[in-house]
């Protein structure tokens, strides 16, 4: 059963802007905190950030992984039960398919958990 989807991945030129969309269906995603994880082509799952259960909007306490610190801003949207990256300056390395992963308790590393969204496909090409 599906219970959360991403969304607002596409084609954008170095350097510009986009912004995912994390939805859930089948719970309350302001009671999880939420990660978000990226695959590249040839590369394992890695996560990029976590944004707490705690802000609606841009949270200045939200983990991010170096390669995209500065950069990527995770937020929340509780009325719309939607989770965000705002991704910007975006380069060809984060050319990847992203995901979304709620938990309950923190963000672990993505290869402990069992089950995934689709994803959305990012790609960053002049």
């Known amino acids: 059963q599906v219970q959360f989807v991403e969304s607002g991945g596409g084609l954008v030129q170095p350097g510009g802007s986009l912004r995912l969309s994390c939805a859930a269906s089948k719970f309350t995603l302001e009671d999880y905190v939420v990660g978000w994880y990226r695959q590249a082509p040839g590369k394992e799952r890695e996560g990029i950030s976590c944004?707490?259960?705690?802000?609606?909007?841009?949270?200045?306490?939200?983990y991010y992984d170096d390669s995209v610190k500065g950069r990527f801003i995770a937020s929340r949207d509780n009325t719309k039960n939607t989770v965000y990256l705002q991704m910007n300056n975006l380069k060809p390395e984060d050319t990847a398919v992203y995901y979304c992963q709620p938990d309950k308790l923190a963000c672990r590393d993505g290869d402990e958990y069992d089950y995934w969204g689709q994803g959305t496909q990012v790609t960053v090409s002049s």
């Open positions: 944004i707490g259960t705690g802000a609606s909007a841009s949270d200045s306490s939200a």
